[in-house]
């Protein structure tokens, strides 16, 4: 079992930046792939990042690719997202999940936090 618990989220101005950050916690958490996944309404969730316990490697979603950064601190079982140059497309709903194997869609995820909301203002 793992515990997630997404924070962070608001309010944002376009061109802006924003971090989020996702407690873990749970048995063999260092087994297990980190995941940020977003979903805006009416349309599928979608990946955005993803990172080991180790750090390498990490991966991006296309839309985010040069604007986002997933990072790690081992010592307080947290993943953050360093989100840059905001736009109101990104805009959504922002989850984090784990699973013991990578992947980019959502379905193959086990454990999943509530979400936080991330708001773009143009």
């Known amino acids: 079992q793992v515990q997630l618990v997404e924070s962070g989220g608001g309010l944002v101005q376009a061109g802006g930046s924003l971090s989020l950050s996702c407690s873990a916690s749970g048995d063999a958490l260092r087994t297990y792939f980190i995941a940020w996944f977003r979903q805006a309404p009416g349309k599928e969730r979608e990946f955005i990042a993803a990172?080991?316990?180790?750090?390498?490697?990490?991966h991006y979603g296309d839309s985010v690719m040069g604007r986002f950064t997933i990072s790690k601190d081992n010592a307080k079982n947290t993943v953050s997202l360093q989100m840059s140059s905001l736009n109101p497309e990104d805009t959504a709903v922002y989850y984090c999940a784990a699973d013991q194997q990578y992947s980019r869609r959502a379905p193959n995820y086990a454990y999943w936090g509530r979400g936080t909301q991330v708001t773009v203002s143009s």
């Open positions: 990172i080991t316990w180790g750090g390498i490697p990490t």
